[in-house]
T-cell receptor, first 110, second 114 residues
Framework: DAKTTQPPSMDCAEGRAANLPCNHSTISGNEYVYWYRQIHSQGPQYIIHGLKNNETNEMASLIITQDRKSSTLILPHATLRDTAVYYCIVRVGHDYKLSFGAGTTVTVRA | GAGVSQTPSNKVTEKGKYVELRCDPISGHTALYWYRQSLGQGPEFLIYFQGTGAADDSGLPNDRFFAVRPEGSVSTLKIQRTERGDSAVYLC????????????FGQGTRLTVV
């Protein structure tokens, strides 16, 4: 019962922006969009989350479409250390569970 | 340390043995979670603690799995009569509370049952 759809893999050139898409066409009004990433042999790391508005922090930007059915995570200047599996998760605000799908394996190439 | 600490980092055990996996959450975090990650898959929820009590253990696969958090800080995941299918990375995470707070994950314990 995956709530999100992500491409299985994508490549990105070092120093360029990486745009990671996520579809969540059945998202409910009280569900947030979260992004985590998992670098090889490490635990998942929180990146960013949002409800309706676009969000930006020191790691990334999150662009959510007006109908909220899809979103894009933007890594503005990808580095080799950004190579990881990126997970897009929808989560009700008060829910404690994170439901990880398969994610997108992002490979940043020099 | 400032992060979530899990010990051991690796554990190899024989089929049928009992194992304990330990998680030290970030100090002051009341919420604690255990997840399991099989090779090539995303983490799957096992159990959630709020303070000392297990608020939701619906993700535990069967009654061979049990977890405790007696003083509301350190947690131990216990697996009895281990099976080869239990081999996975067991991840622990903590957060200050559950309301839209990010979860901080440890490095995980890689369990191999031979």
């Amino acid at each position: 019962d995956a709530k999100t759809t992500q491409p299985p893999s994508m490549d990105c050139a070092e120093g360029r922006a990486a745009n990671l898409p996520c579809n969540h066409s059945t998202i409910s009004g009280n569900e947030y969009v979260y992004w985590y990433r998992q670098i090889h042999s490490q635990g998942p790391q929180y990146i960013i989350h949002g409800l309706k508005n676009n969000e930006t922090n020191e790691m990334a930007s999150l662009i959510i479409t007006q109908d909220r059915k899809s979103s894009t995570l933007i890594l503005p200047h990808a580095t080799l250390r950004d190579t990881a599996v990126y997970y897009c998760i929808v989560r009700v605000g008060h829910d404690y569970k994170l439901s990880f799908g398969a994610g997108t394996t992002v490979t940043v190439r020099a | 340390g400032a992060g979530v600490s899990q010990t051991p980092s690796n554990k190899v055990t024989e089929k049928g043995k009992y194992v304990e996996l330990r998680c030290d959450p970030i100090s002051g975090h009341t919420a604690l979670y255990w997840y399991r990650q099989s090779l090539g898959q995303g983490p799957e929820f096992l159990i959630y603690f709020q303070g000392t009590g297990a608020a939701d253990d619906s993700g535990l696969p069967n009654d061979r799995f049990f977890a405790v958090r007696p003083e509301g800080s350190v947690s131990t995941l216990k697996i009895q009569r281990t099976e080869r299918g239990d081999s996975a990375v067991y991840l622990c995470a903590s957060s200050p509370n559950t309301d839209r707070e990010e979860a901080f994950f440890g490095q995980g314990t890689r369990l191999t049952v031979v």
